[in-house]
């Protein structure tokens, strides 16, 4: 069988995130015949419609094509304000234009939220699912990844060192894996 590629998408652009060093535990740990990459997003400009009738900023075309030569797509974000950050819808949007050419479509899915509360980022996790209904993404629905506090995961070097969240995590890369082959 092929490898295949599945993109990350971190919700934070933060330098210490702690979604971004869980990205960091995923990647080390893709299951056989997996690779696991980070997608950048920060650099994305603001979506504007108007770019779809006109010249689209310089980092759109790399993004769209990087996103449809993927396999799968594994989204990890913390929740701003009971929603998804900012930062993150922008990546969604400019990837679902121009209208008719979104790039997300088909891509099996992992959603994984966190925060630094017990909250887990419910909230921003069933917001982001809304979207994915629209771009017709199908996500993974058990188990679902919701990890609270997460700040007590990790060591001073940000490697995740909390063997019960380590473990659960296998197990959904496991499941993830399986649920990809679907598709294929
Ligand atoms: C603008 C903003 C809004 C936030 N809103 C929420 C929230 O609604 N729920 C929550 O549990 N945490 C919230 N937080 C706290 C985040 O869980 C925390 O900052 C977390 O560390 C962000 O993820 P990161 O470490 O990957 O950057 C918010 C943080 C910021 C900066």
């Known amino acids: 069988m092929a490898e295949k590629t599945i993109g990350i998408i971190v919700g934070s652009l933060r330098k210490g995130s702690f979604n971004k060093k869980i990205a960091n535990f995923l990647m080390g ?13 920060g650099d994305l400009a603001l ?11 310089t980092s759109y075309a790399p993004f769209r094509e990087k996103i449809k030569s993927l396999d799968g ?43 630094i509360s017990n909250l887990s980022g419910f909230g921003a996790n069933h917001h982001l699912r809304q979207s994915l209904v629209f771009l017709d993404m199908p996500v993974l629905q058990q188990p679902e990844v919701y990890l609270a506090n997460v700040q007590n995961l990790f060591d001073d070097s940000g490697n995740l060192t ?22 294929f």
């Open 47 to 57: 979506y504007n419609q108007d770019f779809d009738e006109g010249e689209n900023p």
């Open 29 to 41: 740990s893709a299951p056989e015949g997996y690779t696991l990459e980070r997608i950048e997003i």
């Open 73 to 115: 797509v594994i989204f990890i974000t913390p929740e701003y304000n009971r929603s998804v950050p900012g930062v993150l819808k922008n990546a969604i949007d400019v990837g679902s234009r121009p209208y008719g050419q979104n790039a997300w479509q088909g891509k099996p899915t992992l959603v994984i939220s966190s925060s």
């Open 162 to 183: 909390n063997e019960d969240t380590a473990d659960f995590l296998r197990q959904v890369l496991d499941a993830y894996a399986k649920f990809v082959e679907r598709y």
